[in-house]
Structure formats: structure tokens, C-alpha cells
């Protein structure tokens, strides 16, 4: 059981947010209720170790939530939400969710996927201490950080981490579908058409600082990250 873990639920739904408040402290999590979206950001500088996200909320809905304070959360945000279109869907996971929760939904598993990302995360930051240089690149992995000459890239959580894949096994091909397996949840709802536009977003930013490109396309095969 995951104990004293902090969750930020971000529902407008008064009813929907009671029960889910009730049931996470049932399981010895520290919960936290936001009723929309400015109060989310407010609290999501708390640093929760696990955020659920309403997309359908007024004013300020939940997708704009997360463009805001991703930035600043580095924590999974699964995002809650009626919507099942693949645009919403591609959106959502392009400014940093991790994963999409479709209403209704079984309680128990939405738990269960709660307990698997904060569980990911701990792995994750019990990793070892490995820094990568290369010329002007270093890439911090226990700090999930990319720098080159000496200014900190400002990738988002899946972006470090396709990056961190890649350039732990230079020149080695990773397929689309093995860069999604490695990443995403098998369950998840996104597919592996995120990986194209998630590589696209960091090669720019690597081209704005003047980095070369470092992830390489092989045409019908995948990426690799050059030798």
C-alpha cells in the first residue's frame, strides 16, 4: 500500500469528487480537492506526487490546467474526462498528460492505474546517478534534465524520457511501438502516433539552442539516437 502519497483531484463535480476523495484517503493517500481550475493551479504548487485532472470544466478547463503548470509539476497528470476523440486524446499527451481516465470508470481502476504511475515513478527516482556529455550536450538522468552549453532545455516528462531511451543505447533502432511500450501504460489510451509529434517537439527544441538534432529517423523502421 502507498502510504502518505499526496493526489490533487481536480473535478467540478461535487459528488464525483467526494467519493473520490473518500476512497483515496480509504487508501492512506493525502488528498487534495481543487473545484476548478485556477484553485488546481493554486494547489498544484503544493507539489502532489499525483494529479487527476477533469477536462470538462468551465472557465478554465482542464487541458489549459495542464499546459500551465507543467512546467513547474513534474508528477503524472491523468486526465478525467468524457471525451473520447483522438484529437483530444493526442492534445492532451502533446502538453504533458500521462494518461486518460474515460467516464464512467471502475473506481478500482482508476486506483490500481494511480498505484501503478506513482509506483513508476519511484523507480524512477531511485535510479542511479548517470550524467551523459557529449560536446556541448549533458543529460542529467536523475534530475531528468537536458542541457547544452550549460542552459537547461525546457522538455516536458515524456519528451525527457523518449530522450532518455534513445541516448541510453545509442544507435540502436526503436520502432514507434517499442519507444510506446517502454513509456506509456499498455492500457493507456494514447497510440503510438504521439511518439512522432512528441520527437518533433524536441528536435525544435534542440534546433532553437543550436543543438544538432541527435534522434535520427529510419524511414518505416523507428528512431535511433546517433553514435
Known sequence: MLMDKKILIVDDEIDLSTMLKKYFELNCYNVSVARNGKEAIEKAGKQPDIILLDINMPDLDGLEVCRRIRDFVSCPILFLTARIEEQDKIKGFAIGGDDYIIKPFSIDELGARVDAHIRREERRQNKNVRTKFDDDLVIDYSAKAVYFKGKML??????????????????????KDSIFEHIWDMDSNADVGVIMEHVSKIRAKFAKVGCKPYIQTVWGSGYKWEK
Not at 525546457?154 to 520502432?175: C, D, H, N
Request: no cysteine; net charge negative; charged share 20%.
Open 154 to 175: 525546457p522538455l516536458l516528462p515524456r519528451e525527457f524520457e523518449i530522450v532518455e531511451l534513445l541516448s541510453s543505447y545509442p544507435g540502436q533502432l526503436f520502432s
